[in-house]
């Protein structure tokens, strides 16, 4: 499975971007809506951190309290990419931002980086001032 973040930038405190992540290489019955996507930041000097998580179906999704309510993941199938809308946008937002592909242990524990088996390369985010 292979993983491909885009779309991250420079924006001003305030303003929304949204990021993707177009997932490939499955193997049936393992495809698409096999797994659960989430996202993931890492900035200069932090731990990596779960920002959301979608499930296979799309019907349950999680948020970091530091994001809920401004942050929306949602997933297209016919595309296999998932999408992090990002509104409000914060200085402390700044960050590489990765996103992962795990199976029923990340439903269950979506923040831990430990519940995913594949990763993106990252995509930089920058909030300015």
């Known amino acids: 499975v292979q993983l491909q973040a885009s779309g991250g930038g420079l924006v001003q405190a305030g303003g929304s971007l949204r990021v993707s992540c177009a997932a490939s290489g499955f193997t049936s019955p393992f495809t698409f809506e096999y797994y659960s996507i989430g996202w993931f930041r890492q900035a200069p000097g932090k731990e990596r951190e779960g920002v959301s998580c979608i499930s296979p179906s799309g019907g349950d999704t999680w948020y970091a309290d530091s994001v809920k309510g401004r942050f929306t993941i949602s997933r297209d199938s016919a595309k296999n990419t998932v999408y992090l809308q990002m509104n409000s946008l914060k200085l402390e937002d700044t960050a590489v931002y990765y996103c992962?592909?795990?199976?029923?242990?990340?439903?269950?524990?979506?923040?831990?980086?430990?519940?995913?088996?594949?990763w993106g390369q990252g995509t930089q985010v920058t909030v300015s001032s």
């Open positions: 992962a592909a795990g199976t029923k242990t990340a439903t269950v524990y979506p923040r831990w980086y430990g519940s995913y088996d594949y």
